[in-house]
């Protein structure tokens, strides 16, 4: 490997169903896996007895849900916020500069290019190391605070997709995180927290880059038991898109998407982040 990192899977209530663990390793990566759960987890010992302590690092859900501003006044705990903020701990706790943080519902990893004809196409990954230190080399030659995988939903659009149409990086990071404990950041709002951070940290000037060359495929959002299925269950699409208005009006919006038509959020770009301009425009 390029540098020594580990690679985190964020799971809760699904100890007999940890997708991403399988596919991490069917997709060709060898380094250390550590699990991280809650105290709240009902199903911590299976966790335990299925993957090793060693694998699996529990952390006080309660109190690290202290530290974060969930942007409302709510008692659920019942979604990935907390664990997302508290990787950077672990991490430093376990001896790690370097981490990875993945939901526990990936099927799949693959490259995603478009074909001759400009629609989209895609061939597994069968040697994520590699892909993995492609991916830390690149992050570490930038400023970025962290980058991450694409996902299937970024390439709608067909051949008319900005992606395939030569974009080489998305101003966003979702799902996957590659993070180090020198360059923190904190994600906020109870549900959407990574589509908060991105446009309000981003507004500022902090930068989130999707690498869209790499993609994951995760189960459909509700499908799956455990997780934070139920808390999408019970406020739907509308009130999880609503967390990244309340944090940038300015820019966010909630709307219809897709052929169903369901309600998600629209981001407008031109007023959610600076741009950056070429070296050749400077004054002197």
């Not at 509700?222 to 609503?242: A, V």
Request: with cysteine.
């Amino acid at each position: 490997m390029m540098i020594d990192y580990v690679v985190f899977i964020l799971t809760h209530g699904r100890a007999d169903n940890v997708v991403t663990y399988k596919t991490l390793k069917k997709c060709g990566y060898t380094g250390r896996i550590v699990l991280v759960i809650d105290n709240e987890d009902k199903q911590a010992d299976e966790y335990y007895a299925k993957y090793g302590r060693e694998n699996v690092f529990m952390f006080d859900k309660k109190a690290e849900s202290e530290k974060c501003d969930t942007c409302d006044n709510l008692e659920d705990r019942r979604v990935i916020l907390f664990a997302r903020n508290v990787c950077f701990e672990i991490s430093e706790k376990l001896g790690y500069k370097y981490f990875i943080e993945l939901d526990d519902d990936y099927f799949g990893f693959s490259y995603s290019y478009a074909s001759e004809d400009g629609k989209p196409r895609e061939r597994k990954i069968k040697s994520l190391d590699k892909v993995f230190d492609a991916m830390w080399k690149f992050y570490l030659s930038t400023p970025a605070q962290t980058i991450a995988m694409a996902q299937r939903g970024d390439f709608v659009g067909g051949k008319e997709n900005d992606i395939l149409k030569n974009e080489k990086l998305k101003r966003k990071a979702m799902n996957s995180f590659f993070c180090s404990t020198e360059r923190r950041f904190k994600f906020f709002g109870r549900i959407n927290e990574d589509v908060n951070a991105y446009t309000t940290l981003g507004s500022r000037g902090v930068l989130f880059f999707t690498v869209p060359q790499v993609a994951l495929h995760q189960e459909q959002t509700q499908s799956n038991k455990g997780g934070m299925t139920d808390i999408y269950l019970d406020g739907g699409t509308y009130r999880k898109s609503f967390y990244s208005v309340i944090n940038m009006p300015s820019a966010v919006k909630v709307g219809m998407m897709g052929e169903n038509q369901r309600l998600h959020h629209n981001i407008e770009w031109n007023n959610a982040v600076p741009r950056i301009v070429s070296e050749t425009y400077r004054k002197e």
